[in-house]
């Protein structure tokens, strides 16, 4: 093996006892002496670490770089800012894969593309081949200078935390780069990897610095990682390997790039391209792929074989180059690409709570290049040593959605068929049912601290009121100009609901201080909605025989610094929001954040971002929400920078909170103010939209457009009955709103000093008593909230857990948030704060269980405050009740 | 190291012959294990059947490979280590002993001429090592 290359980390290697093998010239660790199955399992439950330093690493520079990369990737290489990376092809002309590689660009003026070792030269190769066409391009090949190691699984952030000496880990995102500093050397680190982890990592770094580095993870705890477990991963993953699934097929031929299910999502279009390599073959490619999803006849003239993940339905390990099968016949309708067993640890707990348990499983699972008319569920066939062994189509082998783990897919897993509805008599039903009704009433409204900052118990007058007559009528109503713009209903026996409407519009135009308010949604959500439908409305006014235009470019919060989900293009904006053209995505940026609080905007570094990308709509709110927003500062940016932008605030979570306590949005100058409630609102569950505007005003069409996208576009019926509900929430509100606001907002800042003196980790800052609002942050371990929230469950304290802006989605989520409103309605006053808090530490860092305690607690809290009162209520309330 | 007792063949099997009864037991070698890697799947023959020397009698696989296990002798397969099956690692923690796969009932004691002595199969497995 003398001629083999050897990485910078070899003797590391054959010290920790690798058997080495020779892998495209090189000699690497095919497994460490812990062996396949075993390092497998270390990555998935733990962390892995991997010498990838044999990859071929290129770095181009100069002012030609970039339209070379267009014109030799798939991607959109144009889509990339600094500190972003993707994943991307080598085309070739007939559209196949010359490799695979990924795009990195740590700084401006630099991208790194990673290679497969095996093709570095005829990569090398075919760029230089192709450069001369493009100007100052500078290709270095650093494949040798520089040093890279893969850290991957679930430990694989709090290893690089703890080793961190500068700079923070990039946001926790995938593709996300960052620089920092590990034990002296300069690390370029990317969120990527080849193994499925939803926390991974790669390290770039000098040489030099490989070794020491290698040697800090591993003391850190990371298992190292060979050759052998890195295929196992990636397949398991259902990652391409170049020569399996991209290449040439067994027959010979190029395997299509959108015959890759990963592959074909490196192909972009963007005009920005222009003519890349392969483009009209790969544009073939997409119109046939495109055609066979919609129709299963279409042609297959371009994909006769996709591939796709198989799992064996009996014992037999399918291998690669294996014949495939159909169920009957004999006709080979492709080939196993890559084949094997892997390892995976079992599960216990189901859904939220599953859990690994110590027991390992074995499955014997493979990717095929298969007829493309073959779907997911399909039985095939996979000769196994001169035999066909069943086997079957599945969509995946392993999710990396519920972060921190990647989490094991089994095709025939009991669990994926759910649990069945117990079988009874209907009468039987019918009792249990009332049953049931009752003793979650009796649970959640006399026996648990209600700390959920979206939730509030209405008053009984707002109860009673929902479930009467008209809450089973229809009311549709709209605005008629020939009728002196009048309100004209569509049924009869509607003209209490019409009063009830018009009053209600009444008192929330004297909460709010604005002068419209639509009050026939019936969510937040709906609400939000209803603007962005009205806002792609009033852009299109001019011409209505075109496609109405969506919104080029919205300024919110994203999910993980608190945005409401119904401000993101996940949620309520997916429709409404144009893709930005050079990224290929939705058009939406993010309000930046302090760097030492996370929980608030860096208003400072907002006018160069309005000046920049000059959103037609700024949202404003959170439903993780500490302070006021600020929407004064940002109006005044906006004047001045002579934009027209609406200013939207979300106020769902603060609507009960409106006011000088907290923020008055119409003086801060918001042009449209939507909210649910239900929250800190004392309503029934609901959603408002409401403006400031005169029919004069440039806004005044855009409020005519949320009328007409309420009723028709939102909603038909409105839900009479919450709509009477909420007009006595409306009166409770204007007339307790003071002292409830007060309340409040102190009964927040007591319970997180109390949380704090309890020795619990509140965010926020001290100086502001933590919050300004009813919610109050806790962080509790990485990934450890859901787990938490439910032993707190169990204790009777119903909390939320919570993502903070450092984790990896909500199954990661590391905090608690809880809010004070539903339990200040319950008389609630900052000294009970004190006790409660001692419970929940008891729970959180104590695991000592209170339900007793939380019981007892909660009998002092059973009467609804900040509602209406007395013997004249009381007989009328009767009488209603009488007539259910 | 490598048992002196016991004859192997150059696809790394071992064979111990049971004068007496005419039986000789089989398995892999140390070597083989090691060269696998964890083992994940094994198939035996059936009992009853039929061994012909230098053919596949079942097959043994690892996360990486598949290998074919060859019959070292002809004769007839009298009894499978089944509980192997569910206890891979017994193969490479102890492959001459509770390691053992197929026992074949031969015609002869002679059967094991032409397979390798212990020196002869340690030159070789080097040889093999060194590629």
Known sequence: ?884 | MLPGDLKYAKTHEWARLDAGANVVTMGITDFAAEQLGDIVFLELPKVGGKATRDTPLGAIESVKVAVDLYAPVTGEVVEVNAPLADNFETISRDPYGQGWMVKIKVADAGVLSGLLGPEEYRKHTESEAGH
């Open chain 1, 1 to 884: 093996m003398s001629e083999l290359r050897k990485t910078v980390l070899h003797g590391r290697h054959v010290a920790l006892g690798a058997k080495m093998v020779e892998f495209a010239g090189w000699e690497m660790p095919i497994q460490y002496p812990t062996g396949i199955v075993t390092e497998h399992l270390k990555t998935r439950r733990f962390a892995g670490v991997f010498d990838v330093s044999h990859m071929g690493r290129f770095v181009f520079r100069g002012s030609g770089a970039l339209a070379f990369l267009q014109h030799v990737l798939t991607n959109n290489a144009a889509a990339l800012d600094a500190g972003q990376a993707q994943y991307t092809m080598i085309p070739n002309e007939q559209g196949g894969a010359i490799d695979d590689a990924y795009l990195y660009r740590f700084v401006e003026d630099e991208y790194l593309l990673v290679v497969n070792a095996g093709n570095r030269k005829k990569d090398w190769d075919h760029f230089q081949a192709m450069r001369a066409a493009f100007g100052q391009v500078e290709i270095r090949d650093e494949s040798e200078v520089m040093a890279m190691i893969s850290l991957q699984g679930p430990l694989s952030k709090s290893v690089l935390s703890n080793v961190l000496k500068s700079g923070t880990l990039p946001e926790p995102k995938r593709n996300a780069l960052g620089i920092v500093e590990i034990a002296g050397a300069r690390v370029l680190l990317a969120r990527t990897g080849y193994t499925g982890e939803p926390l991974c990592f790669e390290l770039f770094v000098d040489r030099e610095a490989a070794g020491p580095l290698w040697d800090l993870l591993v003391a850190q705890g990371a298992a190292p990682v060979g050759l052998g477990a890195r295929d196992t991963l990636r397949l398991e993953a259902g990652l391409p390997l170049y020569g399996h699934e991209l290449g040439a097929d067994q027959e010979g031929r190029d395997i299509p790039i959108f015959a890759c299910p990963l592959a074909k999502t490196t192909v972009s279009f963007s005009p920005l391209k222009e003519e890349f390599v392969g483009r009209a073959a790969l544009q073939r490619q997409h119109e046939e792929f495109k055609e066979f999803l919609l129709h299963d006849e279409a042609p297959r003239s371009v994909l006769p074989r996709i591939i796709r993940p198989f799992a064996m339905a009996e014992k037999g390990i399918a291998r690669a180059g294996a014949k495939v099968l159909p169920a009957a016949g004999r006709n080979i309708t492709g080939y196993v690409t890559s084949g094997t067993m892997v390892p995976y640890w079992k599960t216990a707990g189901g859904k939220l709570a599953t859990r690994f348990t110590d027991e390992v499983g074995m499955r014997a699972i493979g990717l095929a290049l298969v007829d493309s008319r073959l779907g997911v569920g399909q039985p095939i066939r996979v000769e196994v040593r001169g035999r066909a062994a069943e086997a079957v189509l599945v969509p995946f082998h392993l999710r990396s959605e519920a972060a921190p783990y990647a989490r094991p897919v089994l095709h025939d897993s009991p669990e994926a068929k759910g649990p069945a509805a117990p079988a009874a008599p209907t009468l039987d039903k019918v009792q249990m049912l009332l049953d049931m009704a009752a003793e979650n009433t009796i649970w959640r409204q006399r026996e648990c601290l209600n700390l959920i900052p979206s939730e509030m118990t209405t008053s009984p007058l707002v109860r009673l009121l929902s479930v009467m007559d008209p809450a089973f009528r229809y009311a549709e109503h709209k605005q008629v100009r020939a009728f002196y713009n009048a309100e004209i209903f569509y049924y009869q026996g509607t003209d209490f609901i019409e009063e009830v409407e018009r009053m209600l519009e009444d008192e929330l135009r004297t909460y709010l201080g604005c002068t419209q308010v639509e009050t026939r949604v019936i969510s937040g959500q709906m609400a939000n909605t209803a603007v962005f439908s009205a806002l792609v409305d009033c852009a299109s006014q001019i011409d209505h025989t075109v496609e109405r235009r969506r919104l080029r470019q919205v300024l919110n919060h994203p999910i993980l610094h608190g945005g409401h989900l119904s401000a993101q293009p996940m949620g309520a904006l997916r429709d409404y929001i144009a893709r930005d053209p050079k990224t290929e995505r939705p058009a939406v940026v993010h309000f930046p954040t302090m760097p030492c609080n996370p929980y608030r905007t860096d208003v400072a570094a907002c006018g160069e971002l309005l000046e920049r990308t000059r959103p037609e709509l700024i949202i404003f709110g959170k439903s993780m929400v500490l302070h006021p927003e600020p929407v004064r500062e940002i109006r005044a940016m906006v004047n001045e920078l002579g934009l027209r932008t609406v200013l939207m605030y979300d106020m769902a979570h603060v609507l009960g909170l409106v006011g000088p306590h907290f923020q008055e949005p119409f003086k801060d100058g918001a042009d449209v103010v939507t909210g649910s409630t239900h929250k800190t609102f004392f309503g029934t569950q609901r959603g408002i939209v409401s403006m400031c505007s005169q029919p004069e005003d440039a806004r005044w069409p855009l409020w005519e457009a949320v009328r007409r996208r309420a009723f028709p576009g939102s909603v038909s019926n409105h839900h009479l009955g919450t709509l009477l509900g909420l007009l006595m929430a409306a009166y409770e509100m204007n007339y307790f709103r003071n002292e409830y606001q007060t309340q409040v907002i102190a009964n927040a800042k007591a319970l997180a000093k109390a949380l704090k003196r309890c020795g619990m980790n509140v965010a926020g800052d001290p100086a502001l008593g933590y919050t300004q609002t009813h919610q109050v942050l806790v962080e509790v371990d990485y990934a450890k909230g859901p787990e938490v929230a439910r032993r707190l469950e169990e204790s009777n304290i119903i909390v939320n857990y919570q993502a903070t802006a450092n984790e990896e989605g909500f199954t990661a989520a590391g905090a608690l948030r809880l809010g004070v409103a539903e339990m200040t309605r319950f008389g609630m006053r900052e000294a009970d704060f004190d006790p409660a808090a001692e419970m929940i530490a008891d729970v959180v860092l104590r695991n000592r269980p209170v339900k007793d305690a939380v019981r007892t607690f909660r009998r002092k809290f059973l009467d609804m405050k900040f509602c209406f009162t007395g013997n004249e209520i009381e007989t009328r309330m009767e009488q209603l009740h009488r007539l259910i």
